[in-house]
């Protein structure tokens, strides 16, 4: 996936090949997509006319669901529902466990000293799980959409520093 691709004269795609790509915001509390049609730009909605989708996962040991349906089995299971995993990439373990003392999950920490949490589906890092949200986003673009995605861009808070500004760059975050 290129950002930008210049050709020379004669060189370019055929103007009337149709690509389609989108903007993901991956927000801590909740994520949303958006693309630009006919110069304008179009928040996607799913099929309840909502924009918003929770930024949410709920590991069961067959089956992942992420957006809503995962935020609603969060009373139930919540060891197995991750929040706002974003609030944790780039953090050390002893940072995650001082500072979120009370989130029901259990971690463990990896190779390199940051935190996993434990699920149903095995040990995950918030990039795992961020990287779930955001497949499920690109597929619900594709969906709406109705065509294949030819580019994605994510967007990155200001305060990231460098740690976490490599999770989109991480080729297993999003394959499109």
Same mark, same amino acid.
């Given at each position: 996936?290129?950002?930008?691709?210049? =050709?020379?004269?004669?060189?370019?795609?055929?103007?009337?090949?149709?690509?389609?790509?989108?903007?993901?915001?991956?927000? *801590?509390?909740? =994520?949303?997509?958006?693309?630009?049609? =006919?110069?304008?730009?179009?928040?996607?909605?799913? $099929?309840?006319?909502?924009?918003?989708? &929770?930024?949410?996962?709920?590991?069961?040991?067959?089956?992942?669901?992420? @957006?809503?349906?995962?935020?609603?089995?969060?009373?139930?299971?919540?060891?197995?529902?991750?929040?706002?995993?974003?609030?944790?990439? @780039?953090? !050390? %373990?002893?940072?995650?466990?001082?500072?979120?003392?009370? %989130? &029901?999950?259990?971690? #463990?920490? !990896?190779?390199? @000293? %940051? &935190?996993?949490?434990?699920?149903?589906?095995?040990?995950? !890092?918030?990039?795992? #799980?961020?990287?779930?949200?955001? !497949?499920?986003?690109?597929?619900?673009?594709?969906?709406?959409?109705? @065509? $294949?995605?030819?580019?994605?861009?994510? *967007?990155?808070?200001?305060?990231?520093?460098?740690?976490?500004?490599?999770?989109?760059?991480?080729?297993? #975050?999003?394959? #499109?």
């Amino acid at each position: 996936m290129a950002l930008l691709q210049i =050709s020379e004269p004669g060189q370019t795609a055929a103007p009337h090949q149709h690509k389609l790509a989108v903007g993901i915001d991956l927000g *801590t509390t909740n =994520s949303l997509v958006a693309t630009v049609r =006919s110069g304008q730009t179009q928040v996607l909605l799913d $099929e309840q006319e909502r924009a918003l989708v &929770p930024s949410v996962v709920h590991y069961a040991e067959t089956e992942k669901t992420v @957006g809503i349906e995962a935020f609603a089995k969060a009373a139930l299971d919540p060891k197995n529902t991750v929040i706002s995993a974003k609030r944790l990439i @780039g953090r !050390s %373990l002893a940072d995650v466990q001082q500072r979120y003392q009370n %989130l &029901p999950y259990q971690f #463990v920490a !990896s190779e390199n @000293g %940051l &935190p996993l949490i434990q699920t149903a589906q095995g040990n995950k !890092s918030p990039i795992e #799980v961020s990287a779930d949200i955001l !497949s499920h986003l690109a597929q619900f673009a594709e969906k709406r959409l109705a @065509g $294949e995605l030819s580019g994605v861009v994510i *967007t990155v808070p200001a305060y990231f520093d460098d740690a976490h500004a490599k999770v989109p760059k991480m080729p297993h #975050v999003l394959r #499109v």
